[in-house]
């Protein structure tokens, strides 16, 4: 019986094939705390999946509607949760949903 590369069996039985992509600049502005995404999907070319990380890369990286207040600290105004007279906060965390038009935000503020 021929012996199966290890390399090539680990392939075989992997749940998926993966894209790893980066971007420069985002990585040299935020290092090891930047934002990671992973998604298991039908799309069956690298080709396509170098288009998909792209996407997500861009949209993730700072053309979302919040994505720019990452890291900052901003005045939040909203009518509820004690925020009526704005309380300034610090952005960890934005998801936009453009098919909705709603953005969610996850602030930390001081107590």
Do not use: C, H, K
């Amino acid at each position: 019986m021929t012996a199966v590369d290890p390399i090539y069996a680990q392939w075989l039985m992997a749940d998926a094939l993966w894209q790893v992509s980066a971007d420069a600049t985002l990585n040299t502005r935020w290092g090891a705390s930047a934002q990671t995404t992973e998604r298991v999907t039908t799309i069956a070319t690298e080709a396509d999946a170098a288009a998909e990380a792209a996407r997500q890369i861009a949209f993730l990286g700072g053309n979302g509607e919040w994505a720019g207040y990452l890291g900052r600290i901003i005045a939040l105004t909203i009518d509820r949760l004690g925020y009526d007279a704005g309380l300034a906060v610090f952005v960890i965390g934005a998801q936009d949903n453009r098919a909705s038009g709603t953005s969610t935000i996850t602030v930390i503020r001081r107590l």
